[in-house]
């Protein structure tokens, strides 16, 4: 048995060398093991690319425009506005009062709005029915500056318009007061664009001017779309009425045309050649000028309704002289403007009374109308010295000027500011003490004014009082940079 063991070992032991020996064997056994690797690389490989996401797998960033919260706007103009005023302050190498008194005198370059009644009315836009009168004028936004004349950019600019701000008697709160003021009417504009119920073309041309004296046109962030509207309306209006821009074709009919033109002349001295002017602007200021133009009387004044008889009335005039110098501004060329120019001063020359005032339609002294006197001969001619000196003799010396009480005239007021404010030196310095802070306080939490003490701007602008004070008001506070100040 033992023998048998070993033998059957022994050839255990044979078959076992021949197999490892087997050529073929070694050859499947290599080839296995390269199997094995190559799947194992696969796995490995297939592993990465799950674990490790590929580009484009990679998650996407999506950016949200957020709409900045325009309730902080307000704010953060007015602390803008303050921090100007203060760092040209610091700079300055004397007081307000003293850059005013070394002002020189100074000459506007485009007209002021206002608009008073006929003087039997006192401010009454017309003699019929509620009379209703307008005082006014112009006062950032952004414009092409190399197109705006030289005499508006100061207002497109807000260094410069800080500048002219502090230089000409102003103060931080003026700026904080024209943000709220045009912000309440911004809220007041109708969906047709208009401001307004009963006088729909003046209103709407007194609250652009509000807008574009602040340098805000089509392009500005925050009040473009409100004036783009604004501008819309008026040229349908004109569509609508054969070139007239009023809400109706009568008596008032002077005044709203009047307003609305000098405001389409002053956006088109803006926006012209640029690519956000509405269109038909130029075609309707054009055509609104031309109206004026032909209703003047021959002896260089206007009246109700652009009748062609009766005497003059320069309350009516003094609407058609301010639009008539916006045309001048814009550099278009219209026949007859200058001998029409030349006609209103002679008209308005005649309505100087003896102590320097200027009548309605005759010569008087009316205290009323004593700046519209002044303010055109200072548009239109640069101003007879002594007529200039004279007139503002009689009007401060005539009483006093409060807010609060029967002495007030907004629109009296308007077009004083205007005037003194071209004249310069102690006068303009007296006149800006009496009614700058007195219109800032007077101001409402929101932005619009009360009724003043006399009470004439609701006795004469009817159910848009309030817009008319708000943009009276806000035209007077921009006079320190609306224009540059003509000679007086």
């Known amino acids: 048995m033992p023998e048998a063991a070993e033998v059957e070992e022994d050839e255990k032991a044979r078959k076992k060398r021949e197999k490892k020996n087997d050529p ?35 998650p996407q960033i999506v950016a949200e425009v957020v709409a900045p919260d325009r309730t902080q706007d307000l704010e953060m103009q007015r602390l803008s506005a303050v921090k100007q005023l203060k760092e040209t302050r610091a700079s300055a190498s004397s007081s307000i009062s003293k850059l005013m008194r070394a002002n020189t005198q100074t000459v506007i370059a485009t007209p002021e709005i206002k608009t008073e009644s006929t003087e039997p009315l006192g401010l009454g836009l017309g003699d019929l029915g509620n009379g209703y009168g307008f005082g006014s004028g112009a006062g950032g936004g952004s414009a092409g500056m190399a197109r705006i004349p030289a005499s ?12 002219l701000l502090v230089e000409n008697g102003g103060t931080p709160e003026v700026e904080t007061s024209i943000l709220l003021a045009l912000d309440w009417l911004q809220r007041q504009q109708l969906r047709s664009g208009a401001w307004g119920a009963q006088y729909q073309g003046a209103m709407t041309g007194f609250a652009l001017l509000a807008y574009l004296g602040h340098c805000e046109t089509p392009d500005s962030p925050r009040y473009g779309e409100t004036v783009t509207k604004g501008l819309l309306f008026l040229i349908e209006l004109a569509e609508r009425q054969h070139g007239h821009m009023a809400s109706a074709m009568g008596q008032q009919l002077p005044y709203e045309h009047g307003i609305a033109t000098y405001a389409l002349g002053e956006a088109y001295s803006m926006l012209k050649d640029g690519p956000n002017m509405p269109p038909g602007l130029e075609e309707t200021f054009a055509r609104g000028v031309e109206i004026i133009l032909k209703g003047q009387q021959q002896e260089g004044g206007w009246v109700y309704g652009y009748g062609r008889s009766g005497s003059g009335d320069l309350s009516v005039t003094g609407w058609q002289f301010q639009a ?9 060329e219209f026949d007859g403007l200058d001998s029409a120019i030349q006609k209103t001063v002679r008209f308005i020359s005649g309505r100087q009374g003896d102590k320097g005032g200027f009548g309605y339609r005759a010569r008087q002294d009316k205290h009323s109308l004593t700046g519209v006197g002044i303010l055109g001969l200072q548009f239109l001619s640069s101003g007879n010295r002594s007529q200039v000196s004279k007139g503002f003799s009689f009007y401060f010396s005539e009483r006093e000027f409060l807010y609060e009480t029967g002495s007030c005239n907004l629109y009296s007021w308007y077009y004083m500011t205007q005037a003194a404010f071209n004249h310069g030196g102690p006068t303009w310095q007296k006149w800006n003490d009496i009614y700058r802070d007195q219109i800032i306080r007077a101001q409402n939490s929101d932005g619009s004014w009360p009724l003043e003490g006399s009470g004439l701007t609701g006795q004469r602008g009817g159910s848009d009082s309030d817009v008319y004070r708000a943009c009276l008001c806000a035209l007077m506070l921009e006079v320190y940079y609306r224009y540059l100040p003509v000679t007086g």
């Not at 499947?28 to 797998?57: E, M, S, T, Y």
């Not at 950019?153 to 500048?163: A, L």
């Open 324 to 332: 008539l110098k916006a045309a001048k501004e814009t550099r278009m």
């Open 24 to 58: 073929n064997r070694k050859r499947w056994k290599r080839a296995l093991i390269c199997a094995a690797v190559i799947h194992l690389i696969i796995l490995i490989g297939f592993a990465f690319l799950v674990v490790v996401p590929a580009q484009k797998d990679a």
């Open 152 to 163: 508006m950019r100061g207002r497109c600019i807000p260094g410069e318009r800080t500048r």
